[in-house]
């Protein structure tokens, strides 16, 4: 039996790997709301692709854009593909009070995989710190029926808003950046029809 996964271990765990890198300053690549929503101080925005994941608004959430009576949506890091985002240089002195706040942000749940992943940017590679997700978790949603998005979109809220405005604000934050994500276009095109 697999034993239940633990926040704090994965934070552990992550600042550790962190430590080794010998990295002067810490990257993080924001896909979702970290791109418009990064609330701890930021030495540098770089444009920044990843090979090997996508951005999916296919993640159960219980506490941050839902219930757990009525689940809402977040973005996660699917396998295949490829993701366009930003990456962010974190201060190193930053990074202990940092990092725990964050967690407690991404993490209230251990649902999302910590892994640090290679970014291309136009300045050079960086290795980040990403939030990805397991098609085997539990939290991952699958492919989900319009009337079920539909229902999300109408109704679930969580303790920082709406899957709706999650979404919207993601995907204004993507077109301001000139980032095409037609999947999540089509996602708000049939969103906006069914309101």
């Known amino acids: 039996m697999t034993p239940p996964r633990c926040s704090q271990t994965l934070l552990r765990q992550t600042l550790a790997h962190w430590s080794t890198m010998g990295a002067p300053d810490l990257w993080l690549f924001a896909y979702g709301s970290l791109i418009w929503k990064a609330d701890f101080p930021v030495l ?15 993640m159960w959430s219980r506490v941050n854009r839902g219930t757990p009576e009525r689940p809402g949506l977040v973005f996660a890091l699917l396998t295949g593909g490829s993701c366009q985002g ?10 202990t009070t940092m990092l725990p706040s964050l967690w407690d942000r991404e993490m209230p749940n251990p649902v999302y995989d910590p892994r640090w ?26 492919e989900l029926h319009a009337h079920e998005l ?12 709406t899957t709706l405005d999650y979404a919207r604000q993601t ?6 950046l000139g980032i095409r994500d037609r999947a999540l276009e089509q996602l708000m095109h049939r969103a906006i029809l069914s309101a």
């Open 86 to 95: 930003m990456a962010l240089r974190v201060p190193a002195q930053e990074v």
């Open 150 to 161: 539909q229902q999300i979109f109408r109704h679930a809220q969580g303790r920082y808003g």
């Open 44 to 58: 540098e925005r770089r444009m920044a692709t990843v090979h090997g994941y996508h951005r999916a608004l296919k």
């Open 117 to 142: 992943l290679r970014c291309r940017t136009t300045q050079g590679p960086v290795q980040a710190l990403a939030f990805s997700l397991s098609r085997r978790s539990p939290n991952f949603t699958g």
């Open 171 to 176: 995907l204004e934050q993507l077109r301001h």
